[in-house]
């Protein structure tokens, strides 16, 4: 399933908590796609709190507790780690981040808390989602199989990757248009791993953060820009996007193209895609700004200039991903929309 698809199952399995309708949820997929981030970007458009428990880390006690006498009986300490509405609130997320690299003895001491919401005398708050994700065996990660108990207590549900969606989220944590724009250029690039060549770097959606970081450290030592890129993404995306990146010096002015003026489209596909994710950007910028309805009409204006109208379809989607419906209320769109109706129905 999609991020962007998956992301509401998870807003509406925590929303559901309160309502005693929520199914504990477990996220499979390979390293890198986002697994991790998906639950955190839930928790922070909720404002709730992670409880973020690595299984791969544990051992049975730490989750079970320690016993102590009290008069004739044993009773158990909580782990502090686990949730406690007065410590932690009343609503939250427990993430049992790595389950399918955990020993099977932790495996089996989170059965009862995962279908039952308690561990012993333990009661998870009523309004906490739990949260799952691990490696499928293939991945070449530390992986155990999962038990058929456990895994009979959870929905599962496999991260795909999707451009799309990658760029929406790269767009709102402001990562390196240069880096949105090659990937536009060479999508197939999002996510290449081959597990039976056990890389050590490649590209996925995680490791093109590292390359946007890599940017902004040394995008001024180009002696040592390509090497950083290909630690991050791997040898030959690493090239790719350094080379990408120093073709990028000869795109036309966007500043003239944000006032207006008629700026020619280069006829080389992999600077228009340069250019389109870039004037994404600097409608961005521009968002709350006295001219953003200008700027926005003239960004519109040279996207019906594109030779091929695709890539002006790119741009306006991927315009409307970050800025929303701020962009239907700028004049020229209905123009352009009518421009390229028999190409495409805008949803």
Known sequence: MRPAQLLSVLERELTSAAEGHH?????????????????????ERHQVPVIDIRLSQMEPSDLRGIPFR??????????A??????????????????????????????????????????QVPTHWAIFAAGNRQGDRGVTYSMPAPLANRFSH?????????????????????RVIAFLRFRPELLFDFDPAHNPVA???????EFAHRALQKFQNDPQLLQGTLQACVGPAAGIELAAFVASIDQMPDLDAICRGEAVPVPSEIDLQY??????????????????????IGNILVYAGRFPQREMGVMLVSDLHRAIGSD???VPAFADWAN????????N
């Open 23 to 43: 199914t504990p949820v477990m996220l499979w997929g390979p390293p890198g796609v986002g697994k991790s981030q998906m639950i955190a970007l839930v928790a």
């Open 70 to 79: 009290v008069d004739q009986h044993v009773e158990w300490a909580i782990p």
């Open 81 to 122: 780690l686990l949730p406690n509405a007065e410590r932690h609130g009343e609503a939250g997320i427990l993430f049992l981040d790595e389950i399918t690299s955990a020993p099977p003895a932790v495996s089996a001491a989170a059965y009862q808390l995962i279908l039952d919401r308690r561990l012993g005398e333990y």
């Open 157 to 177: 549900f496999e991260v795909d990757t999707h451009l799309d969606d990658w760029v929406a989220w790269a767009y709102a944590k402001a990562i390196d248009e």
């Open 202 to 208: 490649f590209p996925s959606p995680r490791s093109w």
């Open 274 to 295: 340069a250019i389109a994710a870039a004037l994404v950007g600097k409608a961005i910028r521009a968002r709350g700004s006295a001219d953003q309805a200008t700027l």
């Open 327 to 329: 962009l239907f209320e």
């Open 339 to 346: 421009a390229i109706a028999d190409v495409m129905l805008y």
